[in-house]
């Protein structure tokens, strides 16, 4: 199956529009989160260049943030870009250890191929994308066994409809030595 972001567009819409006042939007440039404001009546996730990966991983950290955070501008978040130091990395790690089992539950849900992602093309050591892999994957297990959030849920349900997928089992994420 041939995956395109507006069909992300439309079922995220369909999911969160009216009950979250939140649409998904393809950006241009980076990926942001916008609260609503004078520009727009309504929160917007924008993803980058239209690409699904990164509508996946940009609703992973909404389906994260609390009503608190999603009254601020990129939910308030700590980043740190591009060129990380090792200890920096760490710490980028830690916070996206959650949304990326979102990345890669919507992603099997979606049928669509599931990357881990360091972040740090340019930093001045090589992240070790195994041992973070293994700690997603401990996530997702993590929540296959004690229940997925009813943010998450809802839109996992609507791309499992869309894409008719199977419901979720263990062997469906691989423990990261076997990819």
Not at 1 to 29: E, P, S, V, W
Not at 31 to 38: E, K, Q, R, S, V
Not at 153 to 160: D, G, N
Request: net charge negative.
């Amino acid at each position: 199956m041939t995956h395109h972001y507006q069909q992300l567009i439309d079922i995220f819409n369909r999911c969160f529009a009216d009950d979250f006042n939140t649409r998904l939007i393809k950006g241009d440039d980076e990926p942001i989160y916008l609260p609503a404001d004078a520009d727009a009546p309504y929160n917007r996730i924008v993803f980058a260049h239209g690409f699904y990966a990164s509508a996946l991983h940009e609703i992973s950290h909404w389906c994260i943030a609390g009503a608190e955070r999603r009254k601020l501008v990129d939910f308030g978040y700590w980043y740190c870009p591009d060129g990380r130091d090792a200890a920096t990395q760490g710490q980028f790690e830690d916070v996206e250890v959650k949304p990326q089992a979102f990345d890669w539950l919507f992603c099997v849900a979606a049928g669509f191929p599931f990357n881990v992602s360091c972040d740090n093309l340019e930093g001045d050591f090589e992240p070790d994308r195994i041992v973070f892999q293994r700690r997603v994957h401990a996530q997702v297990m993590t929540y296959l066994e004690q229940g997925i959030p009813a943010r998450p849920a809802r839109f996992i349900k609507a791309l499992q409809d869309y894409y008719q997928t199977p419901p979720f089992a263990a062997e469906q994420f691989p423990w990261p030595e076997d990819l």
